[in-house]
């Protein structure tokens, strides 16, 4: 497991341990930064065991009017979403592949089907992630190994107040990360799944909506919304 709070990551590694009994490896770095992937390399190196899952998680979603938002913020987000997440996938692929056998999840977002104006970046690194699913899900065919993007609608967690600076709207229909980790673990139980998976009661109907409408007609929507 990896965060930047070692605290944090330490506390939750200790409640995996009690509930569950699992060996549980935790390291507290920055996976934006290129000093930081290079700790979780060296950590997955030196695991005992093949990597059988690993989950791509770690993100952080900015909003607001593009030109207000601050410059290292964003390119940190693209660091995070995207760098992180090529960096991270082809330290691990290469042995799943060998081995014929292992899962990669990505932690994509309803968000990724569309533009999303005042969410400019976030939309596009997260559209990032999915593409970059669909191609992998296609180059793994006949490997053994599969690629995943999970894709949620709005979930309950720390992530809108740490990157909009407020809670999401109270009668928004969401989700828990929990019920986003139990359909994950649903799919990849599955032998055959599609690689794009929504999650959530919106992202079904989002995804599917802003699959039918012109671009143009689900950025302006989306641009009324988040204005
Ligand atoms: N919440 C939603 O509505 C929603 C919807 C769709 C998709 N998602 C996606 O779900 C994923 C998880 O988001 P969440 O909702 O669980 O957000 P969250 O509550 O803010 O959790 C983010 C997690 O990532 C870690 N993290 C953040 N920056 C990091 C960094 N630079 N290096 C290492 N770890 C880092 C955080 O720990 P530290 O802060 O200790 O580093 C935390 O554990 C993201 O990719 C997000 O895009 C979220």
Redesign the pocket.
């Known amino acids: 497991m990896?965060?930047?709070?070692g605290d944090?990551?330490a506390a939750l590694a200790e409640q995996a341990r009690r509930e569950h009994g699992v060996e549980v490896r935790g390291v507290a770095?920055?996976?934006?930064k290129d000093e930081?992937r290079a700790a979780v390399r060296g950590m997955l190196d030196q695991l005992r065991s093949p990597i059988e899952v690993a989950v791509l998680?770690?993100?952080?979603?900015t909003q607001g009017r593009f030109v207000d938002l601050d410059r290292d913020t964003e390119v940190r987000e693209v660091r995070?979403?995207c760098v992180a997440v090529v960096d991270l996938a082809s330290h691990v692929l290469p042995g799943m592949v060998s081995r014929g056998r292992g899962d990669l999840v990505v932690?994509?977002?309803?968000?990724a089907s569309q533009a999303i104006p005042y969410m400019s970046t976030y939309a596009a690194t997260?559209a990032f992630e999915m593409r970059l699913v669909r191609g992998l899900h296609r180059e793994l065919r006949g490997t053994g190994v599969r690629a995943f993007a999970i894709c949620?609608?709005?979930?309950r967690?720390?992530?809108?107040r740490?990157g909009w600076g407020k809670d999401l709207p109270k009668l928004m229909p969401t989700e828990s990360?929990g019920s986003v980790a139990a359909r994950t673990m649903r799919v990849l139980n599955r032998r055959r799944s599609n690689p794009v998976v929504s999650s959530g009661p919106l992202a079904p109907f989002t995804m599917r909506l802003s699959g039918l409408l012109p671009e143009s007609v689900s950025a302006w929507g989306a641009g009324v919304y988040h204005q």
């Not at 998680?57 to 979603?61: E, K, T």
């Open positions: 990896v965060a930047r709070r944090r990551l770095a920055d996976i934006s930081g998680n770690a993100g952080i979603g995070l979403n932690m994509s977002s309803a968000a997260k949620p609608g709005p979930v967690t720390a992530f809108h740490t990360a």
